[in-house]
């Protein structure tokens, strides 16, 4: 709600980073899906599914909009509110480090078993291990960490473009075929038996490591401080004092964040540009921080408007249950995708892929949005509660009755 004064409450405040975590999980599941829906994503090599034009430029907006972008916001909220559970154990007069570890090996726990039941792609065991280290270096000052988050993503960008470099024609071409014939084996796995599945994800987690610790745990850890110094800051608790501030980082984000997003995204126009994606990759490991600042401060604005209010109402009970929804994001996919229930991977394109991510994601909402209004917690979250607690939270809402007059 809004106060006489024309300023937004507390509640609402949250809501809107609850609406961004929750705008988030979309950006998060359009990626996602394309890992479920096909072998071949990730690999360099062109996916059969798809070489219509349609399916291509599905591809490039998957790209140039929502990878490399949406994780670094979901890292930048976690960042930010790692500073309110600090604050929440202040406030319980209980030492806070045991507590955010006790809450670190928890999550670590929940994401091998999904990596390796559900999605190896997982991004909950990195984000463990990464919170260890925003733990270890809490009280350093916002200027170490605003200097350690720029040289990461420089450090990964410039690794990255050295990789490019290194790599000719040919060694693409030595590479495409090893990632055809892994592409049908894991194809032929995902399609068989759950058994199987299970023993693929662990083959391929034992091949994606490194990719994860040279891509996503860098910029991610990066993401980690910028949220952190803006949660010290209280940034986002006083939105509508910075209107200023969030238009200044649309405009610079979009003009830094864009350019880098084309040339990373161009590539999936074409079937056979190796050498072109990992240059592209490596510009995008370097824009895309502004570009998802960008959007950050763009919904933010929008939350603040009349119809961005009743938007945010729908994603932020979504938001607030972030872990369980990205946990049943997975589980959708696995059923439709895999061995466990429908085995459509390698039967659809991107475009389609796309719109079954829009359907599970309009679920997500209408189902959050019901649990939220019953419940205190998320499954999951409410299990993690209790864990780093070490004491059961209630999970019934606590209805109160009016008393009537006498």
């Known amino acids: 709600m809004t106060s006489a004064a024309g300023e937004t409450t507390p509640n609402e405040r949250q ?24 072998t071949y994503y990730g690999l360099g090599v062109p996916d059969p599914m798809a070489v219509s034009l349609a399916d291509r430029s599905a591809s490039f907006v998957r790209a140039f909009l929502f990878e490399t972008k949406f994780y670094l ?46 999605y190896y792609g997982d991004i909950l065991t990195t984000y463990a291990v990464l919170g260890a280290v925003l733990l270890l270096l ?4 916002d200027v170490f960490m605003a200097c350690a988050a720029m040289a990461l993503v420089l450090a990964v960008s410039l690794v990255w473009a050295g990789v490019g470099h290194m790599y000719s024609q040919m060694d693409m071409q030595m590479a495409t075929q090893a990632a055809y014939a892994e592409a049908e084996a894991a194809l032929a796995a995902y399609r068989a038996t759950p058994a199987l599945v299970v023993m693929q994800h662990l083959r391929d987690l034992s091949q994606v490591w490194w990719v994860t610790g040279l891509v996503q745990a860098p910029a991610a850890l990066a993401m980690f401080f910028a949220g952190f110094i803006a949660g010290r800051r209280g940034l986002l608790a006083h939105v509508e004092v910075h209107g200023k501030l969030l238009r200044k980082v649309v405009v610079w984000g979009l003009a830094i964040g864009l350019p880098g997003a084309l040339a990373y995204g161009l590539p999936a126009l074409r079937l056979d540009d190796a050498v072109r994606e990992l240059s592209g990759l490596a510009v995008t490991l370097l824009t895309a921080p502004f570009l998802t600042a960008a ?25 607030r249950m972030a872990l369980s929804n990205y946990l049943l994001q997975s589980l959708a996919c696995a059923w439709i995708f895999l061995a466990y229930g429908l085995r459509w991977i390698g039967t659809v394109g991107p475009l389609a892929s796309f719109a079954i991510a829009l359907a599970i994601f309009a679920g997500n909402l209408v189902l959050s949005r019901w649990w939220m209004h019953h419940f205190t917690y998320g499954p999951a979250e409410w299990l993690l509660r209790a864990f780093t607690n070490l004491q059961l939270p209630p999970l019934l809402r606590r209805r109160t009755r009016a008393v009537p007059a006498p």
């Open 15 to 38: 809501q809107m980073v609850d609406a961004l975590r929750g705008f988030a999980l979309l950006g998060i599941l359009v990626v996602n899906i394309a890992s479920f829906a096909s």
């Open 295 to 319: 959007y950050a401060a763009g919904m933010l604005l929008v939350f603040q408007t009349g119809p961005g209010r009743v938007l945010a109402q729908w994603l932020a009970p979504a938001g």
């Open 73 to 118: 916001l979901f890292s930048f909220l976690f960042g930010y509110s790692f500073t309110l559970q600090m604050r929440a154990a202040e406030r319980d007069g209980k030492p806070f480090a045991p507590r955010m570890v006790r809450r670190l090996v928890g999550l670590w726990v929940i994401g091998v078993l999904h990596a390796v039941v559900l």
């Open 138 to 141: 809490r009280r350093r000052g």
